[in-house]
Structures are given as C-alpha cells and as structure tokens.
C-alpha cells in the first residue's frame, strides 16, 4: 500500500475546506475569521487526512500595547513524521492589558493555516479595534510630581558638597524626564539644588577638600 505524501494529503484537505463564514464579534462594525472558526473547520480536515500541526519555533517582543510574534508552523504526515513542510506566520495581538501574546500567537497560528490551504481571510480583527501606543501598559506612567519630590528628599539628606554633586549627577536622567514632563518642577529642584549649595559653600566643616557641586 502506498503511502500519501503530506502534499497529497494537504491536496484533500484544500479540496474538501474551500470556504469559511466569516463572523461579527460583539462591538465590532465588521466581519472576520476568527482563530477559532478556523481552527473549528480546519483541524478535523487535517486529521481525517493524517496531517498534524504544531509550532515549532515562536518568537516574541513586545512593542507599547502590542505583542509581536513570530511562528513557525510545521505540517507533518502522520504515517511518515519525516515528510513536513513549515509554514512562517507572523501575528499581532494589541491588548491593554496581558493578552496581547495569546493573541499574537492566535494570529500567527490562525494565518498560517490559511495560507497553508489557501483560504481567504476577512479584514482582521484579533486587535479588537484598540489603537496601538508605543508606551508599554506592563510599565506605570512616569510621575513627575512622586519623582521630584523623591529627587528632593535625597538632596535634602546631602551633607557635604560631594554628597550633592553625587546625587545631582545620579538623577541627572530622572530631572530630564520630570522636565519632560512638567518643567516648574524641574526648576523647583534646581533651586533646591543652589539653595543647599551656597548653605553647604557657607559651612567649611560640612565641605569636602577640593569639591564643589
């Protein structure tokens, strides 16, 4: 008995999925194949011709609110694991919070099925119409106000002028970002910084030998 090769096989499965119903999730103005509706249609086409999938390598970044993933998927003939051929899928997944990936890595999956049988897609909507932003939702926004304040703290607790110069030029990139941000601040902790210089200049027991801020 001959055995079919994957590209036999895959031939079957392409002849027997030709289409599939596109669907309007909840809140959206358009219509789409989903992951899931592939995956409902497509993987027991793939097995009733002895073909299983899996991804073999998957790799991910995280640009602000969207996860980026990079996927390879391979087709294997059950009969002969050593017959496969790989598909490369790329996906996106935009999430507010910590879904992002799954989504990327349904996306990914979900296109390298279709294009693997050749299948139209609808417009794509795994990003749920959430506008993509570069900052990253994992991190806090910055506050410049808990910044400044944390910055005058330390400078307040400077006993020499070396103590001062250590600081100033420690937090110099956090003034940088607090003036980004609110510029009144930064100068406010500028003052800080001239007023406890000329206090710490006008005290020599509380200057260190050669050092100035």
């Known amino acids: 008995m001959t055995i079919k090769n994957v590209h036999q096989r895959l031939a079957e499965v392409m002849a027997s ?52 993933c990079s996927m390879t998927v391979r087709f294997v003939n059950i009969d002969a694991p050593e017959d496969f051929f790989e598909v490369q899928a790329f996906g996106y997944g935009v999430d507010a919070q910590d879904k ?24 794509d909507a795994d990003h749920d119409s959430i506008d993509h932003v570069k900052s990253d939702p994992a991190i806090p926004p910055f506050n410049a106000p808990a910044a400044a304040q944390r910055i005058k703290d330390k400078l307040n607790k400077c006993k020499t002028l070396q103590d001062l110069k250590e600081v100033w030029v420690a937090e110099l990139p956090a003034i940088a970002d607090v003036k980004d941000v609110d510029p009144a601040l930064k100068i406010q902790i500028v003052n800080l910084k001239e007023k406890l210089k000329s206090e710490l200049h006008s005290d020599p027991a509380r200057q260190s030998p050669g050092e100035a801020a």
């Open 17 to 68: 999925v030709t289409y599939i119903q596109k669907e309007r999730k909840q809140g959206m103005q358009y219509t789409i194949v989903s992951h899931d509706a592939v995956t409902a249609k497509v993987r027991p086409a793939l097995l009733a011709s002895g073909i299983v999938y899996y991804p073999t390598r998957c790799e991910h970044t995280q640009n602000g609110n969207r996860a980026e």
């Open 100 to 123: 992002g990936p799954g989504k990327a890595m349904s996306y990914a999956v979900k296109y390298a099925l279709l294009k693997a049988l050749g299948l139209e897609t609808g417009d």
